[in-house]
């Protein structure tokens, strides 16, 4: 029982690069999120997906775009980066989407856009 | 919009001393705070939460205080050991709503 996995842990853009982010989760949990953490701002929510098949923006959607492929992965794109983008990107999982139910985080991915 | 402020921002004790973090949120429908802890390079995980019915919770060394009426909730951790040293973060929720509002939170350092 893997958890939450992401992919890839590590990786450097260049301004205007593209790229998405994979997630999956196989805990057979209905709602996944994005996260982003920044230094001194804790985690914001990019976009969050409360079942397969619909997604929702969250406090940091702009230069974002989410696709939820199936229950298990949720993958974050970035079209066209910026060193604004810099971030640590963490993926998380819920049995639903709402509250009292535990967030089940990835170990996360860590961005540089130069 | 909705805000959880978290203090101190970090936090030094030496090993056997307890630690406490504040956290103050501002919706007032939130009833659901849970407590996440970070270690070096991982993600955060869940080490205890407490809904707006209770007052205090307890787990081993760790426990969560809640006021309702202050909108104030602390995480304690008494005789801290080495392997607690790492970033907590405090969140809140409200009934009905997926969307987790962090805290900025606290590098915690156990001074061996």
């Known amino acids: 029982n893997a958890g939450v996995t992401q992919t890839p842990k590590f990786q450097v853009l260049k301004t205007g690069q593209s790229m998405t982010l994979q997630c999956a989760q196989d805990m057979n949990h209905n709602s996944m999120y994005w996260y982003r953490q920044d230094p001194g701002m804790g985690l914001r929510l990019i976009y969050y997906s409360a079942s397969e098949g619909t997604t929702d923006k969250g406090e940091v959607p702009n230069g974002y775009n989410v696709s939820r492929l199936n229950k298990r992965e949720f993958s974050l794109r970035l079209e066209s980066a910026a060193p604004s983008q810099t971030s640590v990107y963490f993926c998380a999982s819920s049995e639903a989407g709402r509250a009292y139910n535990e967030q089940f985080f990835g170990p996360g991915t860590r961005l540089t856009v130069l | 919009g909705e805000n959880v402020e978290q203090h101190p921002s970090t936090l030094s004790v030496q090993e056997g001393d307890s630690a406490v973090i504040k956290c103050t949120y501002s919706d007032s429908a939130s009833n659901y705070f849970p407590w996440y802890k970070q270690e070096l390079g991982k993600g955060p995980q869940l080490i205890i939460d407490i809904r707006s019915n209770v007052g205090e919770k307890k787990d081993q060394r760790i426990a969560v205080t809640l006021n309702k009426t202050a909108k104030h909730f602390s995480l304690h951790i008494t005789e801290t050991q080495p392997e607690d040293s790492a970033v907590y973060f405090c969140?809140?929720?409200?009934?009905?709503?997926?969307?987790?509002?962090f805290g900025t939170g606290t590098r915690l350092k156990v001074l061996a």
């Open positions: 969140a809140a929720i409200s009934s009905g709503t997926y969307k987790y509002i």
